[in-house]
């Protein structure tokens, strides 16, 4: 088991440096960094030339590349384009609030998709199974950005209505959110909309798969021997049915983390939720190179991390693979 | 008169599919005596399996039902018990050993786990020693070698052979009073049927237990079965001792199974199976279910109208045709016909 | 393969002894004839071709056939707006700004604050939504079934490449590459856009196209060809192809409610399809201001694409079913 985490891990470390590659090269490609800056008339020459020397943008890219690598490890990222402002202390508070997120709604996600996909099995054809079923339709139909929208004419108009803020339909905090617990629950009110948001999707998605994978493991053989040893019903459904049933769903969340930074980016911007996501769309909208490639590479980074775990897992849950 | 261990009585359990209801067991009886192998034999579709599968109660409730009748077991019908009695029984007093091995046996739990699991469900005192014990012991007694070791691996890491050994083992575990091996040697290559019939003679004779021995290979009925039940269309078409079924059979059906198999003490260079296809169970033939494929029929008007009870064709012998006594006639004739058709093809008779 | 019950072949009759000269290898005709009549009944042959199988099974689907309803009405308007709108997309009228849906003068969607049809505006974002997501859908399937079908087929080092690279394709932040893609590059012509969805979105196709020619190249009817001097491009086309429709088709219906779903949200956030050219996530966009008064500016176009794409997956379910029911469950 430990020689199969650690060969795991050493696998990934070639995987983030090909994509160290093809970011950098990519972005480099798609345009020229200088590009949004010469189309504005108040951009002086010498500006340029200042940009161009410290960002030796005039070597030729393979050297760019390593000293985009070297600012990057050594420099934390280095500083923006424009402005030279310094990357990763923005970055990293973005970072520490999309986490907040992204982890929430994954778990809430996992936990609800999970329960429902085996009651669903459970109950298949029944009332319950059906509503699931139309649920999880609605989730692959609906598109985020609208969802959240919503969410907050909702909210907004329940409060209106009522005088009561239930959830906040905007920004992070509150203006004196307090310490301590306060401040967790105001944090909680403002994050709940945005993780709803967030988690919809995915839940539509695990439960699916989920109830998918427990009707076939539901009706295998070794289930039905374990019935026939005497066992209870719960019993048989927990050590025996979800035990291989939630294989396929592991792999399941661990692709799916691509998406959720995905939603994560749309979800912030709809809430104005200084995270990574409104960070990323800013630089876009500035066409800011550099943090565009600092964003990419940390979320590569996180994904990579999620499969990773994703792995070790299958192979806790699944012996027959680790010896491969 | 000794009292048999399991009484099957008129069961009948059926099956709601989208394309009607399905009546897998038809009125089925039968008798297991202690001590004695039955063999159940049958083509797919007979019924054989969900009639064991009844008995335990093992079949889905939706979309299945077990309709009426009794299985009477210790002096209980066990169709009235509850769910918790149900249970106490399965595993225990009565065990099941199923086809396929590698599909039976939970792929990401140890072995000696799953063994182990036997044991503990119906006696929870036991603790973890006890358990690896008594389960490397039962994985000795079926012939798995280094069973210290196998009890740590995985259903992948054995062979087919021993993971059947290893199913014996939980089926034996805890002492049952009735063995339910429901094609135990289907899914094995043919030099391991024969060890893994081995296996289960061994258990039995430890255990002492009475087996029900379900299986479509008549080759294995002959070896192993005390006695007979042959099925079809999910009734009991005929019941009898094991020699008497071989050599006396008394049902068109049985004398078709007889004639299909190969044989060693006959001249014949063909086999004659039955013509047709086992009947639809939503649309069961009206009368004597086998009545479109049989021989014997010759047209009379009773075979479609009236179902055949299972009349007594001699001591301890059974068999569901009106027109029983005209069996052994139909069974020279079978021969004789096949051994015309092979002078006509110019073939050695 | 595709008849109900099969008649027994020669096969058969080998398998159960010598076959009678001249005859076909039955078993003995036996001499009753009321038996021959009744064993000729049991054998009643029913061939279908496999496409009236899967209509059959399609059309019996109610929640498909109904969806595919809708989507065709909806489809239909949305590419012909031009004829069906009541209005021009731009055509203003001042007089009757920001007015709720209402059935008089044919707002059905109400208009925008400077007086624009909505129900016209919604229609045509549509027609682009529909242009694009069957783009994306036709040039990923293509895509993906080529490299799905020769890493299956050739395996080996094609393969490992192939799929490395798909791989790492799944690796990286989906959107965040479309939107620097689409940031960078495609501005303005939506088929830019669709062209960059499609480049990131045939990867899965490729995965399932592959994982049915690694098992489709050990069966018999391939080593036949190959026996017979096909070339390897015959047989992955002629031969191969046929037998993995049904997943690709699949597939595909799929990859169109998820590009619809990919293009409103670029549109959206100002990276896609860039005005003049109605867009559906563009409406929303503009609506969104707006939207605690004026609901039917996020609402309406949310809903046509919450329809379309709910139609698109009971099709694709139907589908699923319909072109393969021995699949485990949906």
């Known amino acids: 088991m430990v020689t199969f985490i650690l060969r795991r891990l050493l696998f990934s470390i070639p995987v983030i440096v090909l994509a160290s590659v093809v970011i950098f090269f990519g972005v480099s490609s798609v345009g020229d960094p200088l590009g ?111 969802f959240a929208l919503i969410l907050q004419v909702i909210f907004t108009n329940i409060y209106r209505a009522t005088g009561t803020r239930i959830f906040y339909t905007a920004g992070l905090s509150s203006t004196n959110p307090g310490t301590g617990l306060e401040f967790f629950i105001d944090r909680l009110q403002h994050l709940a909309l945005p993780i ?82 409104s960070y990323f769309i800013r630089a876009l909208t500035a066409r800011d190179v550099y943090p565009i490639m600092a964003f990419l590479m940390i979320t590569t980074i996180f994904i990579i991390i999620a499969n990773l775990v994703a792995d070790i897992l299958y192979g806790y849950l699944d012996p027959r693979i680790r010896n491969e | 008169m000794v009292e048999p261990v399991l009484s099957i009585r008129n069961l009948v359990t059926e099956f709601t599919t989208p394309d009607g209801v399905v009546r897998a067991v038809n009125d089925v009886s039968y008798d297991v005596y202690p001590g004695e192998t039955l063999g159940v034999v049958g083509e797919s579709g007979s019924g054989k399996s969900v009639t064991v599968m009844s008995v335990l109660r093992l079949i889905p409730q939706p979309p299945g039902r077990i309709v009426s009748g009794e299985v009477l077991f210790g002096g209980r019908d066990l169709l009235q018990l509850s769910d918790r009695e149900m249970r106490r029984i399965r595993g225990k007093e009565i065990a099941m050993i199923f086809q396929d091995p590698m599909t039976s046996l939970n792929p990401v739990m140890k072995v000696g786990r799953q063994i182990g699991e036997a044991l503990r469900v119906h006696d929870p005192e036991l603790d973890d020693d006890g358990v690896r014990t008594r389960a490397v012991d039962l994985l000795d007694q079926v012939g798995v070698p280094n069973p210290s070791d196998r009890f740590d691996q995985y259903p992948h890491q054995y062979s087919g052979g021993m993971r059947q050994r290893a199913m014996i083992a939980m089926a034996i575990a805890n002492q049952p009073k009735l063995l339910i091996a429901d094609e135990p040697t289907t899914a094995l290559d043919v030099t391991i049927q024969a060890q893994v019939l081995g296996v289960l003679n061994t258990a039995r004779d430890q255990t002492q237990a009475a087996t029900i021995l379900i299986t479509h290979d008549l080759g294995v009925i002959a070896e192993e079965a005390d006695r007979v039940v042959v099925m079809y269309g999910g009734k009991v078409v005929e019941v009898g001792d094991v020699h008497t079924i071989f050599n006396d059979p008394r049902h068109p059906y049985t004398v078709g199974l007889m004639s299909s198999l190969p044989r060693l003490d006959t001249d014949l260079d063909r086999l004659a199976p039955i013509g047709g296809q086992p009947p639809s169970l939503i649309n069961l033939p009206p009368g004597c279910s086998f009545h479109p494929r049989c021989r014997l029929m010759r047209g009379r008007e009773r075979c479609r109208t009236d179902v055949p009870p299972l009349y007594d064709t001699g001591p301890e012998h059974r068999a569901a045709c009106h027109f029983h006594e005209e069996v052994p006639t139909l069974r020279e004739e079978v021969e004789q016909v096949i051994g015309a058709e092979l002078t006509a093809g110019g073939s050695q008779a | 393969m595709s008849e109900e019950i099969r008649e027994r072949t020669p ?25 021959d009549a009744t064993y000729r009944e049991g054998l009643r042959i029913e061939a279908r071709s ?133 940031a960078f590059l495609g501005r303005g012509s939506p088929y830019r856009v669709a062209t960059i969805i499609a480049l990131l979105l045939w990867t899965t196709i490729a995965r399932i196209v592959r994982g049915q020619y690694l098992s489709l190249r050990e069966k018999e009817f391939v080593e036949a060809a190959r026996a017979s001097g096909a070339s390897d491009a015959r047989i992955i086309f002629r031969h191969m192809l046929p037998n993995t ?25 100002g990276f896609g399809i860039q005005p003049p050219t109605p867009a559906l996530g563009k409406l ?37 079913d319909a072109l393969d029911p021995t699949q485990s469950e949906r």
């Open chain 3, 50 to 182: 496999q496409w009236q199988l899967f209509r059959r099974r399609f059309v019996t689907h109610k929640l498909a056939m109904v969806s595919l309803f809708i989507l065709l009405i909806i489809c239909g308007a949305a590419l012909f707006a031009d004829r069906v709108a009541p209005y021009g997309f731009e055509q203003i009228d001042l007089g009757n700004r920001s007015k709720a849906p209402t059935l008089e003068d044919n707002h059905f969607f109400g208009t925008d604050k400077i007086g624009r049809d909505y129900f016209s505006r919604v229609l045509y974002g549509t027609g682009t939504s529909v242009r694009v997501a069957f783009f994306v859908a036709f040039l990923s399937t293509a895509i993906g079934t080529v490299v799905g079908a020769l890493a299956g087929y050739y395996r080996g080092w094609l393969d490992n490449v192939l799929m490395r690279f798909v791989d790492f394709l799944l690796a990286v932040p989906f959107l965040a590459v479309l939107l620097v893609a689409a």
């Open chain 3, 284 to 320: 929303i966009d503009d609506g969104k201001g707006a939207m605690l008064t004026d609901w039917w500016l996020v609402t309406m176009p949310g809903l046509m694409i919450v329809t379309i794409c709910l139609c698109i997956n009971f099709i694709g379910d139907g589908l699923r």
């Open chain 1, 196 to 277: 709803i948001a967030l988690a919809y999707i995915s839940l539509a998605l695990y439960s699916r798969y989920m109830r998918s994978s427990m009707l076939e493991v539901i009706n295998a053989d070794y289930v039905r021997t374990a019935r026939a040893k005497g066992l209870r019903e719960t019993l048989v459904t927990r050590k025996h049915a979800m035990r291989n049933a939630l294989i396929p769903i592991v792999t399941l969340a661990a692709l799916n983390f691509g998406a959720l930074i995905g939603g994560a980016i749309v979800t912030e911007a709809v809430f104005s939720i200084p995270g990574m996501g």
């Open chain 1, 36 to 146: 949004e800056l010469r189309t504005r008339p108040n951009v002086s020459q010498v500006t340029l030339d200042n940009i161009v020397e410290r960002k030796a943008l005039d070597q030729p890219l393979p050297a760019q590349y390593l000293l985009w690598v070297q600012e990057a490890t050594t420099n934390r990222f280095g500083t923006t384009l424009l402005g030279d402002r310094p990357i990763w202390p923005d970055l990293r508070r973005a970072l520490w609030f999309t986490l907040q997120l992204v982890i929430a709604a994954e778990v809430l996600a996992l936990i609800i998709g999970i329960g429902l996909g085996v009651l669903s099995a459970k109950r298949q054809y029944s009332v319950f199974d059906y509503a699931t079923t139309t649920i999880s339709f609605l989730g692959y139909s609906i598109p985020i950005f609208w």
């Open chain 3, 11 to 35: 096969r058969d009759a080998a398998v159960e002894g010598h076959s009678q000269p001249g005859g076909s290898g039955g078993p003995p005709p036996p001499a009753d004839s009321e038996l």
């Open chain 3, 245 to 269: 429709f049904s997943p690709i088709i699949v597939n595909a219906t799929l990859t169109v409610a998820l590009a619809i779903l990919l293009e409103a949200t670029l549109s959206f956030l």
